[in-house]
Structures are given as structure tokens and as C-alpha cells.
Nanobody
Framework: QVQLVESGGGLVQAGGSLRLSCAASGRTFSTYTMGWFRQAPGKEREFVGA????????YYADSVRGRFTISRDNAKSTVYLQMNSLKAEDTAVYFC?????????????????WGQGTQVTVSS
């Protein structure tokens, strides 16, 4: 079992930055690939990016590539989402999720554990 708690959301102006954190409980954090997803009002949940168990070579959605960066600190059982050059269309609730498989995936169904989400609002 892994419990995930996101933090760091808030209100930011377009062009600004935020860093989200996702703290995990449990001793097996380092065995999970970790993903970030987001869901805007009235829209389906959308993949943002994912990182391997070692944190190398993250995989990003086209909509955020070059602006968002995923990193993880296994010693702290935490994964981060650094968001730069934010746009109004980035407004959503952001979720982190844990996938017990080694391969990176954008498929939300492969993620077994989810946090409660943190709201990010970008004003234009």
C-alpha cells in the first residue's frame, strides 16, 4: 500500500511557476513509477508526465513538454512537478499516482494509488 499526498498548488499568474510535491508513505516508494495527471472542470483526467523508479528520462505529454519537469527523491519518498511558463489552460486539479510496473505509461488505469489532488489555478 502507498498513500500519496500532494501539496504546492495555488493561484498564479500566467507565465509564472509553481512546484508541486507528492509525499508517499510506505517503504516501497522506490519500486513504483510515478505519474502526474490533471483534471480540469468538465474534462477527463489527462496525463501530464511520469518518471521511472530511478527518476531518469521522464516522459511528458506534448502539452507540457519543455515547461514542466518531473523529479523524484527516493530518500524522501517524494516526487515533484516543477511547472514553468504556466498558461490559463494548465488550470486543473493535479494528481500524483503510483504505478507498480517498470514501464512508463500515460494510461491512468495502470496506476494503482492516487493522491487526493491539489488545485492549480492560472490567471490570464
Amino acid at each position: 500500500q502507498v498513500q500519496l499526498v500532494e501539496s504546492g498548488g495555488g493561484l498564479v499568474q500566467a507565465g509564472g511557476s509553481l512546484r508541486l510535491s507528492c509525499a508517499a508513505s510506505g517503504r516501497t516508494f522506490s519500486t513504483y513509477t510515478m505519474g502526474w495527471f490533471r483534471q480540469a472542470p468538465g474534462k477527463e483526467r489527462e496525463f501530464v508526465g511520469a518518471t521511472t523508479i530511478s527518476g531518469g528520462t521522464p516522459y511528458y505529454a506534448d502539452s507540457v513538454r519543455g515547461r514542466f519537469t518531473i523529479s523524484r527523491d527516493n530518500a524522501k519518498s517524494t516526487v515533484y512537478l516543477q511547472m514553468n511558463s504556466l498558461k490559463a489552460e494548465d488550470t486543473a486539479v493535479y494528481f500524483c499516482a503510483a504505478n507498480p510496473r517498470l514501464a512508463l505509461s500515460s494510461n491512468a488505469k495502470l496506476y494503482d494509488y492516487w493522491g487526493q489532488g491539489t488545485q492549480v489555478t492560472v490567471s490570464s
